[in-house]
């Protein structure tokens, strides 16, 4: 049986201020799995990123999510299908003068009608699921380690039961221990939840551990995409210079 698309560009074309991005890019995203997106500074993964959530439209080409073509979308389906997405930004996009707890009811009361103490009661489990102690949940942004505001961000991503979680750069900053273990709570919560995972990452560790699939951006294009084993062998030069640095030797001897 075929695999599930919930994601499907196909042929993309972006300019922006004159300048060419991508051009005849192809991708999916199969219902799942945990996909990660990685090239070069310039290759326009975040670009792509805020095409695939329907952020921006390309100059050309197609995005269907979860089957419906991004071109043809009513705003109330537009408004649907975001619904159906959890975005978790590179540096948490955190609202800095709400707490933690009223950072992540603020997606749920703008898209529910639940009451207040039903909104808080959701917020809290969406808390813990993302990792955080109970504590965190009256604490300002700033009041927070970094690793506690991608947890943070990670809880509001989740308020509305996303099927598709988008994540930009989700252990950049962080020190190894703390990386290894969001990694291990993403694979959690995508046997627990059934999520299907997109992320944006430079984070090597992260590419071998936690992900099924990786697809490689250059050329303004997807050069190739494959488990992360059989991407580093990939005879592409972008491709090879990309994983055989001292950093990337350094991680595919353990």
Same mark, same amino acid.
């Given at each position: ?85 959890? $975005? ?5 996009? #955190?609202? !800095?003068?709400? +707490?933690?707890?009223?950072? *992540?009811? @603020? ?89 299907? $995972? ?5 984070? #090597?560790? !992260?590419?071998? +551990?936690?992900?099924?699939? *990786?697809? @490689? ?38």
């Amino acid at each position: 049986m075929a695999a599930e698309n919930l994601v499907d560009v196909q042929d993309l074309e972006t300019r922006l201020g004159g300048n060419l991005i991508h051009e005849h890019l192809n991708l999916n995203v199969e219902r799942g799995e945990i996909l990660a997106i990685v090239g070069g500074s310039g290759s326009g993964k975040t670009v792509l990123l805020r095409h695939m959530i329907l952020l921006t439209r390309p100059t050309g080409g197609t995005v269907r999510l979860f089957g419906e073509d991004s071109r043809h979308t009513s705003p109330p389906l537009l408004r649907d299908l975001r619904r159906r997405v959890g $975005v978790m930004f590179q540096h948490g996009a #955190l609202f !800095t003068g709400m +707490t933690v707890l009223e950072n *992540v009811c @603020f997606p749920i009361a703008e898209h529910s009608h639940m009451k207040r103490g039903q909104r808080e009661e959701l917020g809290m489990l969406k808390i813990r699921l993302a990792g955080l102690p109970p504590e965190a949940a009256g604490k300002l942004p700033n009041e927070l380690s970094g690793g506690m505001v991608k947890r943070a961000a990670l809880a509001r991503s989740l308020a509305m039961d996303p099927e598709l979680l988008f994540l930009d750069e989700p252990t950049a900053g962080l020190d190894p221990v703390s990386a290894g273990a969001f990694d291990e709570r993403i694979m959690e919560l995508r046997e627990l939840l059934g999520l299907t $995972v997109v992320m944006i990452t430079h984070d #090597l560790d !992260t590419l071998w +551990t936690a992900t099924d699939r *990786v697809a @490689f951006l250059a050329e303004r294009k997807v050069v190739a995409e494959a488990p992360i084993a059989e991407l580093v062998d990939t005879p592409h030069p972008e491709i090879s210079g990309y994983f055989t640095g001292t950093r990337g030797r350094t991680r595919r001897s353990h």
